[in-house]
């Protein structure tokens, strides 16, 4: 059986000049046509017709036939019957399908199941469609009418179709020269991505992005001893991309829950001797590892499942640091290696804290925050609470926070009976409670950083030893970093210092504390990541 392809593709595009052979992804428009027409496993002939000398050198080039298109058929006003009927019949084929160069982002599967479908349907004409059901209205005698009988929402309109230039499929002896349409029509469905025209020059940018977006995966693990800040920052890192990615998680060492509410696409592996061959299968343009410290084992066994990838390790002090790409360390100062980028810079900070601008400085501390991020191991929130119920602080405020893998929430949670203390679990609106109060009590991790985001004075301690080494905490930059599992006494000395500290060495704090540009860390994260 023989399938022509033809792709139409003149010169004299006005909207967009040089349209057919501008650059998209580096490669010029028409190349995605010919490539989806010479890899279909059904066409078996290609032919570019056109006026232009430059498109001729580009078809000949990617090996494929060029009818050069007589100049009665190269008019604004020419529509494209006649130009296929030129060029299809040289040729002895049973279909003709027409591909226009506008349509980059159709996949040559797609190409080959919609031919099929002609071919087993006994279809005259099979065209492309996009399926975008609208409340629309239409203009009749000068005035404007809905074309919808019920305002009712998208998805339980009736299908509404939109062709789309990617692939207009006919039997031989249903085209004429003024028509390709046969009597017996259906319409392929593509999805919005694959059937974008380029007509217009922000059809341009959004075939540029389809076309460059990449396949990632995030591989991430928290859990009451390790934390959950790992987590956290991997869904923000999973929102910064336009594609959603892959998040693999390990169930021996966490839980779903551990992720709260999302709708990313999340994916439990049974160790990794389930990971690696889901990535040998998936072949992920960049493999992002937020599982504390790597081994050199263990990036190979990733870099051998991964070989075209880039990887890149977040918070990694291993060996395996020497087989990333890229390493990106917030909580360390040490760039050991060209590839490593530490320092509180490159902090991803969570978006709602983009909206709070730093507290303003009171004459008196009025309420306390406090907050030892998901998983609290040391339980230094039992012991604050212990503390903070005692008769000389009852004139003051706290807000206490518990992450979500804090082990014992309803015993803690009983504490609200207290009328100046109030405990939450699990809130999703922490800058809020953080803006309100003025000075805070936490950890060194994630929870830290935000304090300072925001300009809060705080007392930090150290989850474990590898919080020791978080670099960015310390008493030169407006904390006040009490170690690893601290005395009660010592605690609540330095809570009273806090408590009774003057408005202006609080600002200081504060001046210190603001003078680190944490807000735009985002942007340096996905700048590195984006320009591997």
Wanted: hydrophobic share 35%; aromatic share 10%; proline share 4%.
């Amino acid at each position: 059986m023989g399938i022509l392809a033809v792709i139409p593709a003149r010169a004299g595009s006005k909207g967009i000049p040089n349209k057919n052979i501008r650059f998209v992804n580096g490669k010029p428009l028409i190349y995605y046509a010919i490539r989806n027409a010479c890899s279909s496993k059904l066409i078996t002939d290609v032919v570019v017709s056109t006026d232009s000398a430059d498109i001729e050198i580009i078809a000949r080039q990617m090996g494929v036939n060029v009818k050069r298109r007589a100049s009665e058929l190269a008019g604004d006003d020419v529509t494209l019957d006649p130009v296929i009927y030129d060029a299809a019949k040289e040729y002895g084929s049973d279909y003709v399908i027409t591909m226009q160069p506008t349509s980059p982002t159709l996949q040559v599967e797609t190409l080959d199941a919609a031919i099929r479908h002609c071919i087993d349907g006994d279809f005259d004409t099979v065209v492309s469609a996009i399926n975008k059901p609208h409340l629309a209205w239409i203009e009749k005698d000068g005035v404007k009418k809905p074309a919808y009988k019920a305002r009712l929402n998208r998805q339980y309109l009736p299908p509404y179709y939109l062709e789309t230039g990617a692939f207009f499929i006919s039997k031989t002896s249903a085209i004429t020269s003024v028509s390709r349409f046969g009597a017996k029509v259906d319409v392929y469905e593509l999805s919005e991505t694959e059937g974008v025209d380029v007509d217009s020059f922000n059809d341009l940018c959004q075939v540029e992005m389809i076309l460059s977006r990449k396949n990632i995966a995030i591989y991430v693990n928290g859990n009451n001893k390790r934390g959950i800040g790992h987590i956290y920052r991997a869904l923000e890192l999973a929102d910064e991309f336009y594609v959603k990615p892959d998040i693999y998680y390990d169930i021996n060492q966490t839980e779903k829950k551990a992720f709260g509410f999302t709708t990313h696409n999340l994916l439990p592996v049974n160790g990794i001797g389930e990971l690696l061959p889901k990535l040998k299968s998936k072949q992920y343009d960049i493999f992002i590892n937020d599982i504390l410290t790597t081994t050199i084992d263990y990036m190979i066994a990733i870099r051998e499942a991964l070989p075209n990838s880039k990887l890149i390790n977040f918070e990694d002090d291993g060996e395996g640091v020497y087989n990333a790409d890229l390493v990106i360390n917030a909580l360390y100062q040490d760039d050991c290696t060209p590839n490593v980028k530490a320092g509180e810079k490159y902090y991803m900070a969570s978006k709602l804290f983009m909206f709070y601008d730093s507290i303003k400085i009171k004459e008196h501390v009025e309420k306390v925050f406090i907050s030892f991020g998901g998983a609290d191991p040391q339980n230094y929130t039992d012991r604050l609470l212990e503390i903070i119920t005692k008769d000389k602080y009852k004139n003051l405020m706290f807000s206490v926070v518990l992450g979500r893998e804090k082990m014992n929430v309803s015993e803690l949670m009983k504490y609200n009976q207290y009328e100046n203390i109030e405990v939450r679990f699990d809130v999703r609106n922490m800058p809020e409670i953080m803006s309100q109060c003025d000075i805070g009590v936490t950890s060194c991790g994630r929870t830290s950083y935000e304090l300072a985001m925001l300009g809060v004075p705080a007392i930090v301690m150290a989850q474990n030893q590898r919080e020791k080494k978080h670099s960015f905490v310390n008493n030169y930059i407006g904390f006040t970093y009490l170690g690893l599992n601290p005395r009660n006494k010592r605690i609540e000395a330095s809570l009273d210092t806090y408590i009774k500290m003057s408005e202006p060495e609080r600002e200081r704090y504060q001046k210190l504390l603001l003078s680190y540009d944490l807000r735009n860390g985002r942007k340096r994260v996905m700048s590195l990541i984006n320009n591997l």
